[in-house]
């Protein structure tokens, strides 16, 4: 098996991971953070997280009290194009969501 | 207390507004989408919300793809404020908008925490707890 090390570049958005025969660039994360407001009522927040994301009852319910007790949670992380897209159909949804890049 | 929406056997959902409920979400329907399609009114900027804050500007596709689907919610809702009864996309359409309002009338009034919010004139503090209630009504039959 090939030894493989990962190296941090904290100048670029990207880690190399690097191998015998392989060299592959994989970017750090983008996370969709939902925020929480005041007005927005638990239970219409869980039925969102539910119809977009397709999490169960119990994740969708610790991602909304996640919001509420800390003011922000991340829902989802992947790519930037996937992320962007939830956000839109979040901000569609009327919750205050941002995308932003894993530090 | 009477449900204001009842999830029927057939999987449709019955409204059971009466005119004075149909009329909140129809005023909250229609303001949605005017504020969609006016850059000068006043919801338009909780509508065109930064999706990434740290870009100067955000992928116009994305701005597109938010703009076209909130109008389309907001049209769908619209259209269907007379029904009995909704789908599934239909009711999807009514929560949503509906969801749009209660935010952006929260913002365009400055209620940025539970302090504003109490501390706001009682109309628009109840304006905004009828409309918690009928979201609240409708989530619950999604």
């Known amino acids: ?103 | 207390m009477a449900k204001l929406f009842v999830r029927r056997r057939d999987g449709r959902i019955e409204v059971k507004l009466n005119d004075a409920g149909r009329d909140v979400v129809r005023e909250a329907f229609g303001r949605v989408y005017v504020a969609e399609h006016d850059a000068d009114h006043e919801w338009h900027r909780t509508l065109n919300a930064p999706i990434d804050p740290s870009k100067d500007a955000d992928d116009p596709l994305a701005v597109l793809a938010r703009q076209s689907e909130t109008g389309s919610n907001a049209e769908l809702a619209v259209a269907t404020v007379h029904e009995e009864f909704l789908n599934d996309a239909e009711a999807w359409a009514w929560m949503t908008t509906m969801q749009v309002a209660l935010r952006a009338t929260a913002v365009a009034n400055h209620l940025h925490d539970q302090e504003t919010l109490e501390a706001s004139e009682s109309e628009l503090r109840n304006y905004i707890i009828l409309l918690q209630g009928l979201l609240v009504a409708l989530a619950d039959v999604l």
């Not at chain 1, 909304?64 to 897209?85: F, K, L, N, P, T």
Request: net charge neutral.
């Open chain 1, 1 to 103: 098996m090939p030894s493989v090390k990962r190296l941090r570049d904290t100048s670029t958005d990207s880690t190399t991971v690097t191998s015998a025969d392989t060299t592959v660039l994989t970017e750090r994360p983008w996370n969709v953070v939902v925020w929480d407001d005041p007005v927005t009522p638990m239970k219409v927040v869980v039925v969102i997280f539910k119809k977009i994301f397709g999490y169960s009852d119990n994740k969708c319910t610790q991602l909304m009290m996640a919001v509420h007790h800390e003011g922000r949670a991340i829902v989802w992380s992947g790519d930037a194009d996937r992320a962007q897209s939830y956000c839109v159909k979040l901000q569609v949804a009327g919750l205050l969501a941002t995308i932003e890049q894993d530090s």
